[in-house]
């Protein structure tokens, strides 16, 4: 079966890794081959080649990309197609309304929607990353399947996990509270500003900034390490908890949560938002803690700085529910039966 996968972004684009390209091997191994074209800022040649090849597969996974409506027929053709939704495309997001003023921001919202609902009203299967998402698609696509992203667990191997909890257990060191995320994503940390300041000044503490850009926080002593694909596993392990701050809007409703699952995958316990994907991903109590307000985020980060047995306890119950539902190898074999579904009643045909 040949299956066109249309991508956003390479390697660096995290939809488009953790959604696509880290299941590719697999798919492969099910006998589906996998040709990848990004169609970030693309020519009118390349778009050309895109239809081609378009027309040479049995089915076409599209990763939140969004077509024009009348380019659909056009660069898909007949081929029957697979959409994935791991954001909430449809809302103005925070970041799009500063950049462009709000009037601005809904109508370019009000365009995505529209396209949006076009892929979706045409795709056989839709893929989405959570159920608010699944929600949304459901009232235009026929058929609507869960599929969270995943973490390959090969990248948190078990001997270096056990090492990173030896130091954790063995303390002595300054306490280190940790976030990863993309530029984007900073604008949620002035939120922790205050509780940070606290705990942090109780404990002698470090707040962590993974990412390829950092936030100034006045007062919070911070240590900031550029992301890069190879150094991610090893910063995360150096951690001792993580952090996942949200609003309650719809736009955050829609992520996915990969921030909560790369700290589980680390042996970390979470304190975050209750916000979307976040109440399923994390058990109060017993792999994390909820917090709303300022009070509720001190009280939080306090307790597991303060009592590093439970905080150990917490962080080994989220990578045993990591390995339980959300393993590359198994969501990707899910991935693989939804692709084969599709393509092979084309093949078939």
Not at 34 to 42: H, I, L, N, P, S
Request: glycine share 8%.
């Amino acid at each position: 079966m040949r299956v066109l996968c249309i991508l956003n972004g390479g390697v660096e684009h995290p939809s488009s890794r953790l959604r696509v390209l880290q299941h590719l091997a697999l798919l492969k191994g099910r006998g589906i081959d996998a040709d990848v074209f990004v169609a970030k800022r693309r020519r009118a040649a390349d778009l050309a080649d895109l239809a081609r090849r378009a027309r040479r597969s049995h089915a076409v996974l599209v990763q939140k990309k969004l077509f024009a409506r009348w380019k659909l027929p056009l660069l898909l053709g007949p081929a029957p197609i697979l959409f994935d939704l791991d954001d909430a495309v449809f809302t103005v997001s925070p970041d799009e309304r500063e950049r462009f003023g709000a009037e601005r921001a809904e109508k370019r919202a009000a365009s995505r929607r529209r396209r949006l609902a076009a892929v979706l009203r045409r795709s056989h299967r839709v893929i989405a990353g959570n159920r608010f998402l699944a929600e949304y698609a459901a009232r235009f696509a026929r058929d609507v399947t869960v599929l969270p992203t995943a973490v390959d667990l090969r990248l948190f191997p078990d001997g270096a996990l056990r090492r990173a909890r030896e130091a954790r257990r063995a303390g002595g060191r300054a306490p280190r509270i940790g976030w990863v995320g993309s530029r984007p994503s900073l604008r949620y940390l002035p939120a922790l500003a205050e509780p940070l300041r606290r705990v942090l000044a109780e404990t002698g503490g470090i707040f962590v900034q993974i990412c390829s850009e950092f936030v100034d926080l006045p007062g919070v002593p911070t240590e900031t390490i550029t992301w890069s694909l190879e150094d991610e596993p090893s910063a995360l392990l150096d951690l001792d908890l993580g952090v996942m701050p949200l609003d309650d809007t719809a736009f955050s409703q829609g992520k996915c949560g990969l921030k909560i699952l790369m700290y589980q995958a680390a042996g970390l316990p979470v304190v975050c938002s209750p916000v979307g994907a976040n109440r399923d991903l994390v058990r109060e109590n017993e792999t994390g803690f909820f917090a709303r307000t300022t009070d509720e985020w001190a009280d939080r980060l306090r307790r597991l700085v303060a009592d590093p047995r439970l905080a150990l306890e917490m962080g080994e119950r989220g990578r045993a529910l990591v390995e339980e539902h959300y393993e590359a190898s198994a969501v990707g074999a899910r991935l693989a039966d939804l692709v084969a579904g599709v393509a092979g009643r084309a093949a078939a045909g």
